[in-house]
């Protein structure tokens, strides 16, 4: 009886972890267009959180990977919050342009380096904070042929670093916790498993 019930108990434990780790696996941002029908599958991941780099002003670097309809595309985004009689200057010197470039530093292994395709440049006011939001999003389409190539790096090594280099020859660059490249490299096999079943 105590035998069936460890029996029980195992396979319990055992289904949940699957689910678990199920669920973790699935995109961070799902989504269908109602116009296009297009889905949106993106992994997600901050960086670099936090850090106080101009005179009461911080960033979060964020890196994302994600499928848009047949379209793949690896990002890194720039979020800047800063106090909005500063905004002026942060708004003129961080600024994407297609083929500015970003790359990842891993922790064993050779940098891979994007050029991006796509870019979005944004700022607003905010409210009641006083402060001013910058995004700049640099996004770089990526073949079938080329995400083979970088698989097995994305996917078995956690990057260390991140360089953005933006308009006007701007380079920012951050170190990466260890952490926070373990959940990435987590998320990149995430994206890899879900074109494995497509």
């Known amino acids: 009886m105590k035998k069936n019930m460890f029996q029980v108990l195992l396979l319990a434990l055992c289904m ?13 941002i799902s ?7 297009r889905s949106t599958q993106k992994w997600v991941q901050s960086l670099d959180h936090d850090r106080q780099f101009w005179e009461g002003s911080t960033s979060e670097i964020f890196a994302v990977v994600g499928s ?11 979020k800047i919050l800063t106090p909005s009689n500063k905004q002026a200057t942060l708004g003129q010197v961080y600024r994407g342009a297609k083929g500015n470039i970003f790359s990842f ?10 050029t991006a395709t796509e870019v979005g440049n944004t700022s ?12 700049v999003v640099l996004a770089a389409h990526v073949s079938d042929k080329e995400l083979a190539a970088i698989r ?7 990057i260390d670093a991140v360089r953005i280099i933006l308009e006007g020859n701007v380079i920012i660059e951050r170190e990466v916790k260890e952490d926070r490249g373990e959940e990435m490299r987590q998320k990149f096999e995430c994206f890899y498993q879900t074109l494995d079943k497509k």
């Open 105 to 114: 530093g891993f922790d064993k292994g050779e940098p891979i380096t994007f």
């Open 31 to 37: 989504q269908l267009d109602k116009i296009t029908k």
């Open 124 to 135: 607003a006011l905010g409210g009641f904070s006083g402060l001013a939001t910058t995004i």
């Open 152 to 158: 097995n790096t994305l996917t078995t090594k956690k």
């Open 16 to 28: 949940l972890s699957s689910l678990s780790y199920g669920q973790s696996c699935k995109p961070d």
């Open 68 to 78: 848009y309809g047949k379209t793949h595309a690896i990002n890194v985004e720039l």
